[in-house]
């Protein structure tokens, strides 16, 4: 298990030194911004659809290292999903973070480097800011703020 961890850790760092979707997008159909006051973490988050699927995600977030590096393997596992198969991902990691049984979603990548993150309760609002702000950017809200 140690080498495991290891590698989920070396997955986080590499998201976080080189995060993906960095590249602005020419249109785009959902955004939003979140923030979480208690630590500082921010994030932007905008989608671009074409035939009900994700075309291209545009991350920009400052923050700590966990929290870039979720919205770095949001932008790279739902770039090609449909807005259904995305929510089920969403909620794949929310139920992670709660030790919920979570078998229904296959096709995580590199977000099971995050797993480990529920270990660090207070490390969970910096893993979830990205995804929750992608959830709130599909119900058409701008501004979101977690604390």
Sequence with gaps: MPQLNELYREIIL????KPCGREPLDKVDYHAEGTNPLCGDEVKIGLQIKNNKIEKVY??????????????ILADILRGKTLEEAKKISEYLKCTMQWKNNNFCDDVGDLRALEGVKKFPVRIKCAL???????????????????
């Design 59 to 72: 991350t920009e977030g400052h923050g700590c290292s966990i929290s870039i590096a979720s919205g770095s």
């Design 14 to 17: 590499e998201h976080y030194r």
């Design 129 to 147: 800011l990205p995804w929750t702000t992608f959830e709130e950017a599909l119900m058409g809200h701008d501004r979101i703020e977690i604390s």
